[in-house]
């Protein structure tokens, strides 16, 4: 899954975006706890999100299917579910693929 190594925490961005816009640490980190709670209620409302060059959040539903336990082999129902999905934007994209 993550390491420490190659993921940012919430502080770092916070410290990144003090350093790119010189606002004070508790200001930005106002910033960032307000962005990250109107995306989550906005995709708790079901509606999608979306930044044009960043990318895309959508709300996806997934249907309820039958599936088997792996250890037994017994059949289970597996119940519908929301699911949240992200697709990158093409600035994103063209800089995760070209380093530019």
Same mark, same amino acid.
């Given at each position: 899954?993550?390491?420490? =190594? #190659? #993921?940012?925490?919430? %502080?770092?961005?916070? &410290? &990144?975006?003090?350093?790119?816009?010189?606002? %004070?640490?508790?200001?930005?980190?106002?910033?960032?706890?307000?962005?990250? =709670?109107?995306? #989550? @209620?906005?995709?708790?409302?079901? =509606?999608?999100?979306?930044?044009?060059?960043?990318?895309?959040?959508?709300? $996806?539903?997934?249907?309820a299917r @039958?599936? !088997? @336990?792996? !250890?037994?082999g017994q059949?289970?129902?597996?119940?519908? !579910? !929301?699911?949240?999905?992200? $697709?990158?934007?093409? $600035?994103?994209? %063209?800089?995760?693929?070209?380093?530019?």
């Amino acid at each position: 899954m993550f390491t420490g =190594e #190659t #993921t940012m925490r919430k %502080s770092e961005l916070v &410290a &990144a975006v003090v350093e790119s816009t010189g606002l %004070s640490p508790l200001q930005a980190d106002d910033v960032v706890a307000s962005m990250l =709670e109107q995306i #989550t @209620n906005t995709l708790a409302r079901g =509606e999608g999100i979306q930044l044009i060059g960043f990318g895309s959040f959508l709300v $996806k539903e997934r249907a309820a299917r @039958n599936g !088997k @336990n792996p !250890k037994t082999g017994q059949p289970i129902h597996i119940p519908a !579910k !929301k699911q949240v999905q992200f $697709k990158a934007g093409s $600035k994103l994209r %063209s800089q995760l693929f070209t380093g530019e």
